[in-house]
């Protein structure tokens, strides 16, 4: 497979306001992002797609392209589908989507999204166990799977419901991992469709890939992962922990 590895890095966060470029040990999010996808060598090209003149500035520094992209998208794989459907990327056969605000997005993880993808899966995506403590979270997304590991559902509520209190949980709850990897005609179709009811409700783009049928297969990692930076406090733990294990 062609794989082209696209970052969105909309600059627009409410939460964290010019999050791309908010600084993660001395370097923007974004570049921090950049490097640690480029470590891995599992995609055969790199591009960030934003909405930002300043975010192109940065990102072309640190030797990547960046595209200029519509301001109007909804959601990240609205971005990555303007880039794919450039005459320049059109060669590629599988566009993979890495989140602009996951510095320590794991090597495992992308490599689980490609593996479903190329097993004959539409999408590709990653999920890691979660404590059944943190499972109340909303913003720690859930997501059920079938016998084949194909997602049956993802939701900010704890799913699934554990109707006796005793059951401890354990093995239970997987968080999803906001990674996807699309086939060619996978990513065409979704952008195409409109918004559907539990999408509009839950604010989980995946869901409308569900519910017009597309098979998102979720590989399973080993060990819980670091969540990505939405906030400022999650920035302060990211510069903690890139200082005890990277610095």
Not at 56 to 70: C, I, K, M, N
Not at 71 to 89: D, L, S
Request: proline share 7%; charged share 25%; with cysteine.
């Amino acid at each position: 497979m062609r794989v082209l590895g696209v970052i969105p890095a909309r600059l627009g966060s409410t939460r964290l306001p010019n999050k791309p470029l908010q600084l993660l040990a001395g370097e923007p999010l974004v570049t921090r992002v950049i490097q640690r996808v480029q470590e891995y060598r599992l995609t055969e090209d790199l591009v960030v797609a934003t909405d930002s003149p300043m975010v192109v500035q940065v990102v072309e520094r640190s030797g990547v392209r960046a595209v200029l992209t519509d301001g109007g998208h909804r959601t990240g794989t609205e971005r990555v589908a303007e880039v794919a459907g450039r005459p320049e990327f059109g060669h590629f056969e599988v566009l993979v989507n890495i989140q602009g605000d996951e510095p320590f997005v794991a090597r495992e993880a992308l490599e689980r999204a490609l593996d479903r993808v190329q097993a004959g899966d539409d999408v590709g995506t990653a999920a890691a166990p979660l404590d059944p403590a943190l499972a109340a979270d909303p913003a720690r997304v859930k997501v059920v799977t079938d016998a084949r590991g194909r997602a049956l559902y993802f939701s900010r509520a704890v799913i699934p419901h554990r109707r006796e209190s005793t059951d401890p949980g354990e093995g239970l709850y997987w968080q999803h991992i906001g990674l996807y990897a699309y086939t060619r005609p996978a990513l065409e179709q979704w952008v195409s469709w409109p918004p559907c009811p539990a999408e509009k409700a839950e604010r989980l783009e995946q869901l409308r890939a569900l519910h017009y049928g597309l098979s998102i297969g979720v590989g399973k990692l080993t060990g819980p992962v670091l969540a990505g930076v939405d906030t400022l406090d999650d920035l302060h733990r990211a510069e903690a922990h890139w200082h005890a294990h990277q610095g």
